[in-house]
């Protein structure tokens, strides 16, 4: 717990973790995309990577973030206006 307050606390150092998470978006997206049968650089899978990734920097601004977490994952798998 500690080390994550101090990542957190520290601008650079919060930004370079981000940055370590996202390098993991292309792969994520592939293997999105051969779960789901799309083609290499289908979009919906980058796209899906991609706000899988950030959802848990979204979620970490949230009073309750394994709550928010929960809410952005249900917004992914059931979609908007529900």
């Known amino acids: 717990m500690a080390f994550h ?19 993991h978006e292309s792969a994520l997206a592939a293997a999105i995309g051969e779960a789901t049968g799309a ?21 970490g601004t949230r009073e309750d973030p394994a709550s928010a977490f929960h809410e952005l994952f249900d917004l992914l798998e059931n979609g908007w206006g529900r």
């Open 39 to 59: 083609p290499a650089g289908d979009l919906a899978a980058a796209g899906l990577a991609h706000f899988a990734l950030e959802a848990a920097k979204v979620a």
């Open 5 to 23: 307050r101090l990542v957190d606390s520290t601008p650079a150092l919060r930004e370079y973790a981000h940055q370590m998470l996202l390098r």
